[in-house]
Each structure stands twice: as C-alpha cells, then as structure tokens.
C-alpha cells in the first residue's frame, strides 16, 4: 500500500513538472523563431537579407492578406507557405502585424479587397463529383506608414515562386525616403527595344533616359548601355569617363561581332568604345563563341516533296552553366541564354598608355568545356556546318567584371557581357534568366547587395548535368532493376523473420 501510494504521488510529480516545463518553455519561445529547413537554398526560410531589411522597420507596416479558403491543390500549399512565410517575418520585427481575411464570406471585404487593388481570379475546381468554376481571392496588401504619408503596395496574386524576394522588395521600397536612380544610354542608331526589363528596373529605381552627349547627372548610380554598333563621339567618351571617375557603374552588353541570322551573314563591328573598355582592363576577342550546351532553331529543311520546320540545336546560343563561385552578383544563377557572344579577356596594357589606370579583371561566366570560336571568316549556316563538330577549345569567359580603383578610397564597377542583344525584347531581355542576370548586375552597382543573394533564392530552371552514353545506361538499368531487388530483399527479410518467430515459438512451448 505504501508502494502504490509513492507511486502515484511520483506520477503526479512528474505530470506537474512535465506541464510546468512546457509552460516555461512556450514563455520563452515567444521571441524566438527555429525552423529546421533541408532544402538546398533554404527556401522555406527567411535569408539573411530578408531578416536583416525587416529589422531596420521603424514604423509600423501591416499585410493584409485576401485569400479564399479550401482551394485545390498548389493553391491551398500557396496559402500555407505564405502564411508560414509572415508569421516568420512578424517574428523578426515587432512592427509587422499581419491579418488573414476570407472576402467570399462578406460583402464588405470584397470591396475593402477590390479597393486595394485585389480582383477575384477564376479556378476550374471539382465540387461534388462536377467541374466548377470558382471565383477565389489570392492577394494580399502592404500598408506602412511614418511620419509623412500611408504608403500602400499590393500583390494582386500570390504565386510561391519569388514570394520572398517580392515581399522583402516591397519592404525595402517602402522604408526607403528616396528612390535611387539608373539610366539607361541611348542611341540614334541603336534599334534595340528594352522596355521588358525597363519595366522591371522600375519597381525598385527611378529610371532615366541618358544621352552621353551631355554629362551624365550626378545622382545616376548605374548606367546600361547595349549593342553600340558605331564609334562614339570623343565627348560621349568624355562624358562616360567623367562618370566612372566619379564613381559610378557601369553594366554594358557588347560583342565584337555583327549578326545577320536571316541572310547568315556578319561583320566586325568598327568603334572606340572598345579601346574605351581596353582602358579600363576590359577586351573583346573578335571572334564569336560556340558551344555544345546550346539552344536551338527553327529551320526548314526538305522531307521528300514537302518543306518542314525543324528543330536543330545552334552552338551560337550558348545555355551558360557555368558561373564564377566567389561573385556574389552570379554566385546563385543557374542558367542563362545568350546569343552570337564574343570572348571577352583581361585586356594588359603592355605599351603603358593607361599606366595610371589600376583595375582588377574578374570573371563572371563561363561557356561550357566543349566550346570553340570563330574568327575571320563567319559560317552561321545551321545545317552541315563543319565548325559545329571542333568544339574542343575548352571554356571560353562570356562574362566579367572590372574593378577600376579611382583612388584610395573610391572605386567604379564595370561588368561586361558579350552579347549585344542580351537585353533586347525580342532576343535576350525577354528570357527570365537573363533579366535576373541584369537586375543582379544592377543591384549589385547600386550597392544592393541584399537584393542580388535574395533573388538568387528564386528557382527559376534547373538544367540536368550532362552525363556520358555509359552513365544513362547505367542509371536506365538501375531504375528497373532497383525496385525488383528491393522487393526481393524485403521478402526475404520477412521471410526469415517469420522461420525465426516459429523456431522461437517451438523451443517457447516444446
């Protein structure tokens, strides 16, 4: 009696004890976030710079979400990720408050949504067995406000992909007083059209028009200039000049070679602007880069008494893989297209014309290990073109970075991409990979540093790693073998196990 009496006075000890720990614990806990995340780029967690921008919030900002309930599939996973995402944002700063609505519930909501700029989408969904069409709300509003004004911003649909850097982003834009400023170099012979990534460096920056013929104003940080096809005036280059000594970026895409893809012809493009680059460390080989990892092209090629479009995979678009590992602006990109790129070098000024220029050349690309180039006498045929087949030249540098030192204290950056359309619409700027490449570039000229690693976090392709003929066999034999060995493994473990049970029952009861 004694016993049962300690006993269940110990079980009531350990029961309080349990709770009172529990308790405790959960006190605690409520300033502290901990999430265990596996994924290799960490994206059901906050990044540092995401952390780092919300804990300089002074004011209060507050996100309104608008999201209906019971959606199907990815859209219902949309709603989790999101509302785990803010939960983790509001636990960084205690200036963020968050508040989820169901607008389909009320009338008033609905409106109140509608007014911030959220419309209703439609889904196809099954109810009851039946194909439906329903009218959901996916959207969510930020409302900060400081000591001069309310400013509001909306994401009329949330999607997963990109929601971090779009909600840092927003953060970011709305605690900043004032906008920064970019430009973007004009040309009077220039028939390049940018207004698919002008559009995108206008979220976050005050967007200018430059003409080099007068001198580029003081508050542009970062300047673009793309496919310069002639010499420019000795002012233009004053003037750019003046602006790199001053400071200022630089982001130019430019290649030594003129293409003509529907006439299969080219030419070597003749312009100081590459004794302007060469200045500053920077060359441009005059030749254009092929490589194996390529894309394609439509060609029409004859199949018996009929003509026929036909895909064929172009060496003179090289896929980029290869990125350099100790550069922030490329170190989370995955792929990136370019078209008729040159091969850019470290350009040593062996003559001492520039000797009181000091530059450091870093590369930033890379075309894949079987590459070749193309020089003097240009072949752009698609069909039967016998240079396709010498691609053994090794990795050839599509991308790089100067860093010009002004004084001790002061620098300028100059990032360099050989390929002259890469920001075009209708060529390189309307591929998603390439304007991330150019937003990072600009990010990382503005001194955006936070920006450049958190859009690196967004999964944007994830190209499969060239393996050998052997190797796909290999890995073909293993897929339908494996399953049938794992079978036969495990039968044969309950099999054994069920003679050892019996055996041990036998000697149990003999």
């Not at 889904?123 to 959207?139: H, P, R, S, T, W």
């Amino acid at each position: 009696m004694f016993f049962e009496v300690n006993s269940n006075k110990s079980f009531l000890y350990y029961v309080f004890s349990s709770l009172l720990v529990i308790l405790i614990l959960n006190w605690v806990s409520q300033d502290l976030f901990v999430r265990f995340d596996l994924t290799d780029n960490k994206m059901f967690s906050l990044s540092k710079s995401s952390k780092s921008v919300v804990k300089k919030l002074d004011e209060k900002l507050t996100m309104k979400v608008y999201f209906s309930d019971d959606l199907p599939g990815e859209y219902g996973n949309n709603r989790r990720y999101l509302q785990d995402m803010i939960e983790e944002y509001a636990s960084y700063s205690k200036n963020i408050k968050y508040e989820f609505y169901k607008p389909e519930s009320d009338e008033d909501l609905e409106e109140e949504a509608q007014s911030y700029g959220i419309s209703p989408v439609q889904l196809q969904v099954i109810e009851n067995d039946n194909i439906a069409i329903k009218k959901v709300y996916m959207g969510m509003v930020f409302i900060y406000t400081d000591d001069i004004e309310e400013k509001r911003e909306t994401i009329p649909v949330i999607q997963s992909a990109g929601l971090e850097y779009n909600i840092t982003t927003i953060i970011k834009r709305m605690t900043e007083s004032n906008k920064k400023s970019i430009g973007i170099a004009n040309f009077s012979n220039s028939e390049l059209k940018n207004e698919n990534i002008s559009e995108l460096l206008k979220q976050n920056y005050n967007l200018q028009n430059v003409n080099l013929s007068n001198p580029i104003s003081d508050n542009i940080q970062a300047l673009i200039i793309s496919g310069i096809k002639d010499s420019l005036l000795q002012e233009e280059l004053n003037h750019l000049d003046e602006y790199i000594k001053r400071g200022g970026g630089l982001f130019i895409a430019q290649n030594r070679i003129s293409t003509d893809l529907s006439t299969q012809s080219a030419e070597t493009i003749q312009s100081n602007i590459y004794s302007f680059l060469e200045k500053y460390g920077l060359g441009i080989k005059e030749n254009l880069v092929m490589d194996e990892i390529c894309g394609s092209i439509s060609v029409l090629q004859n199949r018996g008494i009929f003509r026929m479009q036909t895909q064929m995979e172009y060496p003179f678009f090289p896929m980029i893989r290869t990125f350099s590992e100790d550069q922030v602006l490329v170190s989370g990109l995955e792929q990136v297209r370019v078209m008729f790129p040159s091969e850019l070098y470290s350009f040593v000024d062996s003559l001492g014309l520039y000797s009181n220029i000091k530059s450091n050349f870093s590369p930033l690309m890379f075309s894949s290990e079987n590459s070749g180039s193309m020089e003097q006498f240009f072949n752009l045929s698609p069909a039967n073109n016998a240079a396709f087949l010498t691609l053994k030249e090794g990795n050839k540098v599509i991308a790089a970075k100067s860093e010009v030192f002004i004084n001790d204290t002061l620098t300028s950056e100059i990032i360099l991409l050989g390929d002259s359309n890469f920001i075009s619409d209708d060529v390189g700027g309307g591929i998603q990979e390439n304007t991330d490449l150019v937003l990072n570039a600009v990010d990382f000229l503005m001194g955006d540093e936070e920006l450049v690693s958190l859009r690196s976090r967004k999964v944007t392709t994830r190209p499969l790693e060239e393996i050998s003929d052997g190797s796909k066999k290999l890995w073909k034999w293993a897929n339908r073998l494996l399953p049938f060995v794992l079978v036969l493994l495990i039968a044969l473990y309950k099999y054994n196990s069920e003679n050892m049970r019996e055996s041990r029952l036998r000697r149990e009861f003999r």
